[in-house]
Protein backbone atom coordinates (compact mmCIF):
# COMPACT_ATOMS: atom_id res chain seq x y z
CA UNK A 1 0.00 0.00 0.00
CA UNK A 2 1.08 3.09 -1.08
CA UNK A 3 0.36 6.20 1.73
CA UNK A 4 -0.46 8.27 -1.89
CA UNK A 5 -2.43 5.44 -3.28
CA UNK A 6 -6.00 4.03 -3.21
CA UNK A 7 -5.71 2.50 -0.05
CA UNK A 8 -5.61 -1.70 -0.93
CA UNK A 9 -8.15 -3.32 1.19
CA UNK A 10 -10.60 -6.14 0.55
CA UNK A 11 -14.43 -5.70 0.78
CA UNK A 12 -15.60 -6.10 4.12
CA UNK A 13 -16.98 -9.93 4.73
CA UNK A 14 -19.08 -8.12 7.38
CA UNK A 15 -21.59 -4.76 7.69
CA UNK A 16 -23.34 -4.05 11.05
CA UNK A 17 -26.89 -2.30 10.16
CA UNK A 18 -27.47 -2.33 6.32
CA UNK A 19 -28.54 -4.73 4.60
CA UNK A 20 -26.58 -6.09 1.44
CA UNK A 21 -28.59 -4.04 -1.06
CA UNK A 22 -28.67 -0.80 0.49
CA UNK A 23 -24.61 -1.29 1.36
CA UNK A 24 -22.42 1.86 -0.53
CA UNK A 25 -19.50 0.88 -1.83
CA UNK A 26 -16.43 3.14 -0.75
CA UNK A 27 -13.12 3.43 -2.31
CA UNK A 28 -10.39 5.53 -0.55
CA UNK A 29 -7.53 7.17 -1.48
CA UNK A 30 -5.19 8.60 1.30
CA UNK A 31 -2.19 11.01 1.22
CA UNK A 32 0.00 12.47 3.20
CA UNK A 33 1.54 11.74 6.41
CA UNK A 34 1.18 8.87 9.26
CA UNK A 35 -1.44 10.64 10.94
CA UNK A 36 -3.35 11.54 8.25
CA UNK A 37 -3.37 7.65 7.61
CA UNK A 38 -4.20 6.75 10.95
CA UNK A 39 -7.39 9.37 10.05
CA UNK A 40 -8.16 7.50 7.16
CA UNK A 41 -8.15 4.25 9.13
CA UNK A 42 -10.68 5.72 11.16
CA UNK A 43 -13.19 7.40 8.44
CA UNK A 44 -13.03 3.56 6.81
CA UNK A 45 -13.65 1.84 10.33
CA UNK A 46 -16.97 4.26 11.22
CA UNK A 47 -17.77 3.73 7.59
CA UNK A 48 -17.39 0.07 8.15
CA UNK A 49 -19.44 -0.16 10.97
CA UNK A 50 -21.91 2.19 9.98
CA UNK A 51 -22.76 -0.18 7.10
CA UNK A 52 -20.45 0.63 4.05
CA UNK A 53 -18.15 -1.88 2.14
CA UNK A 54 -15.08 -0.93 1.10
CA UNK A 55 -13.05 -1.39 -1.94
CA UNK A 56 -9.89 -0.85 -2.74
CA UNK A 57 -10.59 -0.25 -6.75
CA UNK A 58 -11.70 3.41 -7.52
CA UNK A 59 -13.43 1.59 -10.22
CA UNK A 60 -15.57 -0.24 -8.53
CA UNK A 61 -16.47 2.22 -5.83
CA UNK A 62 -19.93 4.11 -5.91
CA UNK A 63 -18.65 6.63 -3.39
CA UNK A 64 -14.91 8.43 -3.58
CA UNK A 65 -12.88 9.47 -0.62
CA UNK A 66 -10.39 11.58 -0.89
CA UNK A 67 -7.94 12.29 2.68
CA UNK A 68 -5.91 15.53 1.57
CA UNK A 69 -2.48 17.01 2.79
CA UNK A 70 -1.89 20.27 2.86
CA UNK A 71 1.53 20.76 4.37
CA UNK A 72 3.34 22.25 2.14
CA UNK A 73 2.85 23.51 -1.95
CA UNK A 74 3.70 20.11 -3.31
CA UNK A 75 1.51 17.84 -0.86
CA UNK A 76 -1.37 20.54 -2.01
CA UNK A 77 -0.91 19.62 -5.37
CA UNK A 78 -0.75 16.39 -5.36
CA UNK A 79 -3.74 16.39 -3.30
CA UNK A 80 -5.52 18.40 -6.26
CA UNK A 81 -3.80 16.19 -9.00
CA UNK A 82 -5.72 13.21 -6.84
CA UNK A 83 -9.30 14.54 -6.43
CA UNK A 84 -9.23 15.70 -10.23
CA UNK A 85 -8.15 11.87 -11.14
CA UNK A 86 -11.36 11.13 -8.49
CA UNK A 87 -13.45 12.93 -10.83
CA UNK A 88 -12.54 11.42 -14.14
CA UNK A 89 -13.46 8.48 -12.45
CA UNK A 90 -17.07 10.13 -11.34
CA UNK A 91 -17.62 11.48 -15.01
CA UNK A 92 -16.14 8.64 -17.20
CA UNK A 93 -17.11 5.27 -15.36
CA UNK A 94 -20.47 5.39 -16.68
CA UNK A 95 -21.86 7.31 -13.80
CA UNK A 96 -20.83 4.62 -11.16
CA UNK A 97 -19.69 6.78 -8.76
CA UNK A 98 -22.38 8.72 -7.65
CA UNK A 99 -20.64 10.81 -5.03
CA UNK A 100 -16.92 12.61 -4.30
CA UNK A 101 -15.78 13.57 -0.83
CA UNK A 102 -13.03 15.67 0.05
CA UNK A 103 -11.73 15.05 3.75
CA UNK A 104 -8.65 16.52 5.94
CA UNK A 105 -6.03 19.35 5.70
CA UNK A 106 -7.05 20.70 2.16
CA UNK A 107 -10.64 20.85 3.95
CA UNK A 108 -9.75 22.69 6.71
CA UNK A 109 -7.22 25.10 4.43
CA UNK A 110 -9.84 25.57 1.51
CA UNK A 111 -13.07 24.50 2.81
CA UNK A 112 -15.01 27.51 0.60
CA UNK A 113 -12.31 26.88 -2.87
CA UNK A 114 -12.34 23.23 -3.02
CA UNK A 115 -16.69 23.68 -3.38
CA UNK A 116 -16.35 26.75 -5.85
CA UNK A 117 -14.02 25.15 -8.19
CA UNK A 118 -14.30 21.65 -8.47
CA UNK A 119 -18.29 21.48 -8.43
CA UNK A 120 -17.76 17.73 -8.75
CA UNK A 121 -16.93 17.65 -4.97
CA UNK A 122 -20.34 16.57 -3.09
CA UNK A 123 -18.96 16.79 0.06
CA UNK A 124 -16.37 17.67 2.36
CA UNK A 125 -14.98 16.70 5.71
CA UNK A 126 -12.40 18.65 8.13
CA UNK A 127 -9.89 17.06 9.99
CA UNK A 128 -12.05 17.56 13.39
CA UNK A 129 -15.28 15.99 11.50
CA UNK A 130 -13.80 12.22 11.03
CA UNK A 131 -17.41 10.93 11.91
CA UNK A 132 -19.41 13.30 9.97
CA UNK A 133 -18.32 11.25 7.19
CA UNK A 134 -20.79 9.02 7.91
CA UNK A 135 -23.32 11.76 6.72
CA UNK A 136 -21.75 12.54 4.01
CA UNK A 137 -21.42 8.57 2.68
CA UNK A 138 -25.40 9.04 3.34
CA UNK A 139 -24.92 6.86 6.65
CA UNK A 140 -26.60 7.53 10.38
CA UNK A 141 -24.20 8.34 13.08
CA UNK A 142 -23.97 5.60 16.19
CA UNK A 143 -25.71 7.23 19.05
CA UNK A 144 -23.25 9.48 21.43
CA UNK A 145 -21.79 7.80 24.48
CA UNK A 146 -23.64 9.93 27.35
CA UNK A 147 -22.16 10.80 30.87
CA UNK A 148 -22.63 13.77 32.26
CA UNK A 149 -19.48 13.81 34.44
CA UNK A 150 -16.74 15.48 33.78
CA UNK A 151 -14.93 11.95 32.85
CA UNK A 152 -16.01 10.32 29.75
CA UNK A 153 -16.12 6.50 30.67
CA UNK A 154 -15.42 4.50 27.48
CA UNK A 155 -15.55 1.34 25.99
CA UNK A 156 -12.54 -0.40 24.46
CA UNK A 157 -12.53 -0.71 20.65
CA UNK A 158 -13.66 -2.87 18.36
CA UNK A 159 -10.59 -2.30 16.37
CA UNK A 160 -11.08 -4.49 13.09
CA UNK A 161 -7.83 -5.62 10.58
CA UNK A 162 -8.65 -5.93 6.88
CA UNK A 163 -7.01 -6.96 4.41
CA UNK A 164 -4.20 -4.95 2.76
CA UNK A 165 -1.43 -5.85 0.05
CA UNK A 166 0.21 -8.58 2.21
CA UNK A 167 -2.42 -10.68 3.06
CA UNK A 168 -4.55 -9.09 6.06
CA UNK A 169 -8.14 -10.44 6.95
CA UNK A 170 -11.06 -8.92 8.55
CA UNK A 171 -11.03 -10.83 12.26
CA UNK A 172 -14.17 -9.07 14.16
CA UNK A 173 -13.80 -8.34 18.12
CA UNK A 174 -15.99 -8.19 21.03
CA UNK A 175 -13.53 -7.65 23.66
CA UNK A 176 -14.43 -4.36 26.13
CA UNK A 177 -12.62 -2.67 28.72
CA UNK A 178 -13.00 0.62 30.49
CA UNK A 179 -10.71 3.75 30.41
CA UNK A 180 -10.91 7.02 31.66
CA UNK A 181 -10.40 10.27 30.05
CA UNK A 182 -10.03 13.88 31.12
CA UNK A 183 -7.77 16.50 29.66
CA UNK A 184 -7.39 20.02 30.22
CA UNK A 185 -4.93 22.36 28.16
CA UNK A 186 -1.44 23.38 27.80
CA UNK A 187 -0.56 26.83 29.44
CA UNK A 188 1.85 27.39 26.18
CA UNK A 189 -1.52 26.31 23.92
CA UNK A 190 -3.97 28.94 25.63
CA UNK A 191 -1.02 31.76 25.80
CA UNK A 192 -0.52 31.48 21.92
CA UNK A 193 -4.37 30.89 21.01
CA UNK A 194 -4.74 34.34 23.08
CA UNK A 195 -1.82 35.73 20.64
CA UNK A 196 -3.53 34.60 17.72
CA UNK A 197 -1.72 31.69 16.75
CA UNK A 198 -4.49 29.86 15.58
CA UNK A 199 -6.50 32.28 14.21
CA UNK A 200 -7.86 31.07 10.60
CA UNK A 201 -9.74 34.05 10.10
CA UNK A 202 -8.29 35.06 6.60
CA UNK A 203 -8.86 31.89 5.18
CA UNK A 204 -11.79 31.21 2.96
CA UNK A 205 -14.37 29.54 4.12
CA UNK A 206 -12.51 27.96 7.27
CA UNK A 207 -14.56 26.71 10.23
CA UNK A 208 -13.63 29.40 13.19
CA UNK A 209 -14.36 26.83 15.58
CA UNK A 210 -10.91 24.61 15.76
CA UNK A 211 -11.02 21.15 15.27
CA UNK A 212 -11.11 19.15 18.49
CA UNK A 213 -11.59 15.53 17.46
CA UNK A 214 -9.50 13.11 19.06
CA UNK A 215 -9.98 9.36 18.27
CA UNK A 216 -10.56 6.82 21.38
CA UNK A 217 -10.02 3.15 22.16
CA UNK A 218 -13.63 2.86 21.04
CA UNK A 219 -13.67 4.02 17.61
CA UNK A 220 -13.54 1.40 15.40
CA UNK A 221 -10.24 1.51 13.01
CA UNK A 222 -9.32 -0.41 9.71
CA UNK A 223 -5.60 -0.97 9.20
CA UNK A 224 -4.10 -0.37 5.50
CA UNK A 225 -0.56 -0.55 7.37
CA UNK A 226 1.83 -4.51 6.30
CA UNK A 227 1.04 -6.72 8.53
CA UNK A 228 2.67 -6.75 11.49
CA UNK A 229 2.77 -3.24 12.06
CA UNK A 230 0.45 -0.31 13.19
CA UNK A 231 0.35 2.92 13.90
CA UNK A 232 -1.06 4.71 17.29
CA UNK A 233 -1.81 8.38 17.55
CA UNK A 234 -1.20 9.40 20.93
CA UNK A 235 -1.94 12.58 20.60
CA UNK A 236 -3.51 15.68 17.97
CA UNK A 237 -2.58 19.20 17.14
CA UNK A 238 0.35 21.50 17.95
CA UNK A 239 1.15 23.93 20.38
CA UNK A 240 4.15 24.90 18.83
CA UNK A 241 4.81 28.44 17.24
CA UNK A 242 7.64 27.00 14.34
CA UNK A 243 6.85 30.25 11.70
CA UNK A 244 6.86 27.97 8.92
CA UNK A 245 4.27 26.02 9.73
CA UNK A 246 0.23 26.12 9.43
CA UNK A 247 -0.27 22.70 10.58
CA UNK A 248 -1.61 24.15 14.27
CA UNK A 249 -4.39 26.37 12.58
CA UNK A 250 -5.42 22.59 10.18
CA UNK A 251 -4.96 20.27 13.39
CA UNK A 252 -5.81 22.23 16.24
CA UNK A 253 -4.07 22.58 19.65
CA UNK A 254 -2.18 20.16 21.11
CA UNK A 255 -4.43 17.16 23.15
CA UNK A 256 -3.42 13.98 24.37
CA UNK A 257 -5.23 10.90 24.99
CA UNK A 258 -5.36 9.43 28.27
CA UNK A 259 -2.69 6.57 29.12
CA UNK A 260 -5.48 3.59 29.62
CA UNK A 261 -6.94 4.37 25.96
CA UNK A 262 -3.50 3.99 24.18
CA UNK A 263 -2.89 0.84 25.88
CA UNK A 264 -6.16 -0.27 25.30
CA UNK A 265 -6.07 0.14 21.63
CA UNK A 266 -2.06 -1.48 21.53
CA UNK A 267 -3.69 -4.61 23.46
CA UNK A 268 -6.57 -5.13 20.51
CA UNK A 269 -3.96 -4.71 17.89
CA UNK A 270 -1.20 -7.31 19.64
CA UNK A 271 -4.56 -9.59 19.89
CA UNK A 272 -5.08 -9.33 16.42
CA UNK A 273 -1.07 -10.03 15.68
CA UNK A 274 0.73 -6.58 15.18
CA UNK A 275 3.60 -7.03 16.57
CA UNK A 276 5.45 -3.42 15.73
CA UNK A 277 3.89 -0.46 17.22
CA UNK A 278 5.02 2.87 16.05
CA UNK A 279 3.36 5.96 18.04
CA UNK A 280 2.92 9.39 16.85
CA UNK A 281 1.56 13.08 16.94
CA UNK A 282 2.49 16.00 15.85
CA UNK A 283 5.14 16.28 18.68
CA UNK A 284 5.18 13.24 21.00
CA UNK A 285 7.21 14.22 23.35
CA UNK A 286 4.66 17.02 24.92
CA UNK A 287 2.30 13.83 25.55
CA UNK A 288 0.61 14.35 28.28
CA UNK A 289 1.37 18.01 29.21
CA UNK A 290 -2.45 18.90 28.30
CA UNK A 291 -3.98 15.87 30.92
CA UNK A 292 -5.17 16.17 34.54
CA UNK A 293 -2.36 15.47 36.98
CA UNK A 294 -2.04 11.68 37.52
CA UNK A 295 -3.47 10.92 41.24
CA UNK A 296 -0.69 8.17 41.61
CA UNK A 297 2.12 10.02 40.54
CA UNK A 298 1.15 13.14 41.92
CA UNK A 299 2.39 14.64 38.07
CA UNK A 300 0.97 15.10 34.76
CA UNK A 301 2.22 11.68 33.16
CA UNK A 302 4.86 12.09 30.13
CA UNK A 303 5.60 10.11 27.04
CA UNK A 304 8.15 7.75 29.15
CA UNK A 305 5.15 6.82 31.70
CA UNK A 306 3.57 5.74 28.43
CA UNK A 307 6.00 3.73 27.11
CA UNK A 308 6.41 1.85 30.58
CA UNK A 309 3.00 1.43 30.03
CA UNK A 310 3.28 0.03 26.82
CA UNK A 311 6.74 -2.18 26.35
CA UNK A 312 5.60 -4.92 28.85
CA UNK A 313 2.92 -5.64 26.99
CA UNK A 314 3.12 -10.01 26.20
CA UNK A 315 3.56 -10.08 22.57
CA UNK A 316 4.67 -5.82 21.56
CA UNK A 317 8.19 -7.02 19.99
CA UNK A 318 8.86 -3.58 18.39
CA UNK A 319 7.48 -0.16 19.80
CA UNK A 320 8.73 3.06 18.75
CA UNK A 321 7.90 6.53 18.45
CA UNK A 322 8.32 9.52 16.19
CA UNK A 323 8.64 13.17 16.17
CA UNK A 324 10.31 14.08 19.35
CA UNK A 325 10.95 18.33 20.16
CA UNK A 326 14.42 18.92 20.69
CA UNK A 327 14.57 20.52 24.11
CA UNK A 328 11.62 17.83 25.17
CA UNK A 329 13.89 15.01 25.06
CA UNK A 330 14.33 14.47 29.07
CA UNK A 331 16.88 11.93 31.22
CA UNK A 332 13.60 10.19 31.79
CA UNK A 333 12.79 9.41 28.18
CA UNK A 334 16.22 8.40 27.55
CA UNK A 335 16.61 6.34 30.54
CA UNK A 336 13.40 4.50 29.74
CA UNK A 337 14.19 3.79 25.84
CA UNK A 338 17.15 2.27 27.23
CA UNK A 339 15.36 0.12 29.56
CA UNK A 340 13.35 -1.76 27.70
CA UNK A 341 15.04 -3.94 25.24
CA UNK A 342 11.56 -3.86 22.64
CA UNK A 343 11.93 0.01 22.50
CA UNK A 344 13.74 1.15 19.58
CA UNK A 345 16.90 3.00 20.14
CA UNK A 346 15.81 5.47 17.88
CA UNK A 347 14.86 9.24 18.19
CA UNK A 348 13.50 11.01 15.17
CA UNK A 349 13.92 14.54 16.10
CA UNK A 350 13.33 16.94 13.68
CA UNK A 351 15.85 19.62 14.41
CA UNK A 352 14.57 22.43 10.99
CA UNK A 353 17.92 24.11 11.05
CA UNK A 354 20.84 24.67 13.44
CA UNK A 355 21.87 27.80 12.57
CA UNK A 356 20.75 30.23 15.24
CA UNK A 357 19.97 33.13 13.55
CA UNK A 358 17.48 31.04 11.28
CA UNK A 359 16.71 29.05 14.05
CA UNK A 360 15.22 32.38 15.90
CA UNK A 361 13.34 33.03 12.87
CA UNK A 362 11.65 30.29 12.76
CA UNK A 363 10.57 30.63 16.52
CA UNK A 364 12.22 27.68 17.30
CA UNK A 365 15.27 28.29 19.48
CA UNK A 366 18.60 26.93 20.02
CA UNK A 367 21.89 26.37 18.66
CA UNK A 368 24.36 23.96 16.71
CA UNK A 369 25.79 23.61 20.10
CA UNK A 370 23.02 23.08 22.03
CA UNK A 371 21.57 20.46 19.50
CA UNK A 372 25.01 18.87 20.06
CA UNK A 373 24.90 18.53 23.73
CA UNK A 374 21.51 17.27 23.56
CA UNK A 375 23.08 14.47 21.10
CA UNK A 376 26.00 13.40 22.88
CA UNK A 377 23.72 13.07 25.84
CA UNK A 378 21.25 10.69 23.77
CA UNK A 379 23.93 8.64 22.82
CA UNK A 380 25.38 8.27 26.04
CA UNK A 381 22.16 7.51 28.18
CA UNK A 382 21.13 5.12 25.22
CA UNK A 383 24.00 2.65 23.26
CA UNK A 384 23.42 2.40 19.99
CA UNK A 385 20.84 5.20 19.61
CA UNK A 386 20.15 5.56 15.99
CA UNK A 387 19.51 9.19 15.30
CA UNK A 388 17.11 11.30 12.06
CA UNK A 389 16.59 14.01 11.04
CA UNK A 390 15.32 17.16 8.96
CA UNK A 391 15.89 20.03 8.03
CA UNK A 392 14.27 22.94 5.85
CA UNK A 393 16.99 24.90 3.46
CA UNK A 394 15.94 27.97 2.21
CA UNK A 395 14.11 29.16 4.84
CA UNK A 396 13.60 33.26 4.50
CA UNK A 397 17.00 35.26 5.28
CA UNK A 398 19.13 32.22 5.40
CA UNK A 399 22.29 33.48 4.20
CA UNK A 400 25.43 31.39 2.76
CA UNK A 401 26.87 31.80 5.94
CA UNK A 402 23.79 30.17 7.91
CA UNK A 403 23.98 27.13 5.33
CA UNK A 404 27.52 26.71 6.06
CA UNK A 405 26.73 26.01 9.93
CA UNK A 406 23.92 23.99 8.66
CA UNK A 407 26.64 21.40 6.60
CA UNK A 408 29.35 21.75 9.89
CA UNK A 409 26.51 20.79 12.16
CA UNK A 410 25.24 17.72 9.80
CA UNK A 411 29.08 16.96 9.67
CA UNK A 412 29.74 16.69 13.35
CA UNK A 413 26.31 14.95 14.53
CA UNK A 414 26.59 12.12 12.14
CA UNK A 415 22.96 11.62 11.99
CA UNK A 416 21.65 7.85 10.77
CA UNK A 417 18.91 9.03 8.77
CA UNK A 418 18.32 12.47 7.13
CA UNK A 419 15.54 14.26 5.36
CA UNK A 420 16.42 17.82 3.35
CA UNK A 421 12.92 19.81 2.50
CA UNK A 422 13.23 23.01 0.45
CA UNK A 423 11.19 25.72 2.34
CA UNK A 424 7.40 26.21 0.64
CA UNK A 425 6.35 29.70 1.09
CA UNK A 426 2.72 29.06 3.27
CA UNK A 427 0.31 31.61 2.92
CA UNK A 428 -1.27 31.92 6.51
CA UNK A 429 2.06 31.00 8.11
CA UNK A 430 3.99 33.86 9.55
CA UNK A 431 7.22 33.41 7.57
CA UNK A 432 4.81 34.27 4.31
CA UNK A 433 5.40 37.66 5.43
CA UNK A 434 8.92 37.57 5.46
CA UNK A 435 10.50 39.51 2.52
CA UNK A 436 14.01 38.23 2.37
CA UNK A 437 12.78 34.98 0.79
CA UNK A 438 16.02 32.61 -1.05
CA UNK A 439 15.41 32.08 -4.66
CA UNK A 440 14.23 29.08 -5.47
CA UNK A 441 17.18 27.70 -7.80
CA UNK A 442 19.50 28.85 -4.45
CA UNK A 443 17.47 26.29 -2.39
CA UNK A 444 17.21 23.47 -4.55
CA UNK A 445 20.94 23.66 -4.84
CA UNK A 446 21.59 23.72 -0.99
CA UNK A 447 19.00 21.14 -0.57
CA UNK A 448 21.28 18.89 -3.33
CA UNK A 449 24.55 20.01 -1.26
CA UNK A 450 23.18 18.64 1.88
CA UNK A 451 21.59 15.52 0.73
CA UNK A 452 25.04 15.02 -1.01
CA UNK A 453 26.88 15.33 2.08
CA UNK A 454 24.87 13.46 4.13
CA UNK A 455 25.01 10.39 1.59
CA UNK A 456 28.71 10.18 2.15
CA UNK A 457 28.20 10.24 5.83
CA UNK A 458 25.34 7.35 5.28
CA UNK A 459 27.47 5.55 2.71
CA UNK A 460 30.07 4.93 5.70
CA UNK A 461 28.49 4.53 8.52
CA UNK A 462 26.52 1.71 6.27
CA UNK A 463 29.99 -0.29 5.79
CA UNK A 464 29.91 -0.87 9.70
CA UNK A 465 26.40 -2.85 9.39
CA UNK A 466 28.28 -5.72 7.14
CA UNK A 467 28.51 -8.62 8.95
CA UNK A 468 25.57 -7.68 11.90
CA UNK A 469 23.33 -10.43 12.48
CA UNK A 470 20.04 -8.62 13.24
CA UNK A 471 16.31 -9.37 13.52
CA UNK A 472 14.35 -8.49 10.16
CA UNK A 473 10.84 -8.06 9.92
CA UNK A 474 9.93 -9.30 6.58
CA UNK A 475 7.73 -6.90 4.36
CA UNK A 476 7.79 -8.61 1.25
CA UNK A 477 8.85 -8.32 -2.04
CA UNK A 478 11.37 -5.21 -2.44
CA UNK A 479 9.19 -2.26 -4.39
CA UNK A 480 12.07 -1.84 -6.95
CA UNK A 481 12.40 -5.25 -8.53
CA UNK A 482 11.10 -9.14 -8.11
CA UNK A 483 14.34 -10.49 -7.70
CA UNK A 484 14.80 -8.89 -3.92
CA UNK A 485 12.61 -8.95 -1.12
CA UNK A 486 12.38 -6.24 1.75
CA UNK A 487 12.32 -5.83 5.47
CA UNK A 488 13.60 -3.67 8.04
CA UNK A 489 15.34 -3.69 11.63
CA UNK A 490 14.73 -1.64 14.67
CA UNK A 491 16.62 0.80 13.40
CA UNK A 492 14.54 1.58 10.45
CA UNK A 493 10.83 3.20 11.07
CA UNK A 494 8.34 2.19 8.35
CA UNK A 495 8.48 3.94 5.50
CA UNK A 496 10.88 6.44 6.03
CA UNK A 497 14.23 4.44 6.41
CA UNK A 498 16.56 2.82 4.14
CA UNK A 499 15.71 -0.35 3.34
CA UNK A 500 17.50 -3.80 4.23
CA UNK A 501 16.94 -5.96 0.79
CA UNK A 502 17.23 -9.37 0.98
CA UNK A 503 19.03 -11.69 -1.96
CA UNK A 504 18.82 -15.13 0.07
CA UNK A 505 16.10 -16.79 1.94
CA UNK A 506 19.26 -19.43 4.00
CA UNK A 507 17.14 -21.99 5.15
CA UNK A 508 13.91 -21.25 3.62
CA UNK A 509 12.07 -22.11 0.51
CA UNK A 510 9.88 -18.85 0.86
CA UNK A 511 9.71 -15.93 3.83
CA UNK A 512 6.09 -14.78 4.70
CA UNK A 513 5.10 -11.14 4.94
CA UNK A 514 5.29 -9.64 8.38
CA UNK A 515 7.59 -12.61 10.29
CA UNK A 516 10.35 -11.69 11.53
CA UNK A 517 13.71 -13.87 11.17
CA UNK A 518 16.94 -13.24 11.90
CA UNK A 519 19.57 -12.06 9.39
CA UNK A 520 23.39 -11.56 8.34
CA UNK A 521 23.78 -8.19 6.90
CA UNK A 522 26.56 -8.99 3.77
CA UNK A 523 26.57 -5.54 1.78
CA UNK A 524 26.08 -1.98 1.84
CA UNK A 525 25.09 0.99 -0.42
CA UNK A 526 24.82 4.93 0.51
CA UNK A 527 21.33 3.91 2.08
CA UNK A 528 20.35 0.84 2.39
CA UNK A 529 21.87 -2.69 3.24
CA UNK A 530 21.35 -6.32 1.74
CA UNK A 531 21.16 -9.24 4.27
CA UNK A 532 20.75 -13.18 3.75
CA UNK A 533 18.20 -14.83 6.28
CA UNK A 534 19.98 -16.94 8.64
CA UNK A 535 16.88 -18.61 11.04
S1 LIG B 1 6.36 21.37 15.99
FE1 LIG B 1 6.47 23.14 14.59
S2 LIG B 1 6.77 22.18 12.56
FE2 LIG B 1 6.01 20.56 13.92
S3 LIG B 1 3.75 20.59 13.63
FE3 LIG B 1 4.23 21.91 15.41
S4 LIG B 1 4.36 23.97 14.55
FE4 LIG B 1 4.53 22.54 12.82
Not at 1 to 7: E, I, R, V
Request: charged share 25%; with cysteine; aromatic share 6%.
Amino acid sequence: MSSSSTLEIQPSSEAQNSPEATRPKVGFVSLGCPKNLVDSEVMMGLLHRGGAELTPRAEDAEILVVNTCSFIDSAKQESVDAILEMVEHKIANGGRAKKLIVAGCLVERYRDEIRKNIPEVDAVVGTGELESILEAVGLSRPPAVESNSPFNILSTAQIERHASSVNQHSRPESDSAQVVHETASRPEGDAREAAGRFSREAWDGAHTALPTYLYTADTPRILTTPRASAYIKIAEGCDHPCSFCIIPQLRGKFRSRPIASIVAEAQHLIARGVREITLIGQDTTCYGEDLAPDAELGRRVELADLLNALAPLPGLKWLRFLYAYPNKITTRLLETIARHDNIAKYLDVPLQHASANVLRRMKRGGTADRFLQIIDKARSTVPGLVLRTSFIVGFPGESEEDFAKLCKFVEAAKFDWLGVFSYSDEEGAQAFTHEDKVAKRTIEARRRKLMKLQQKISTHAKKAWVGREVDLLVEGESEETELLWQGRTLDHAPEIDGKVLINDFGPHEELVPGTFYRAEITESHDYDVVARIIE
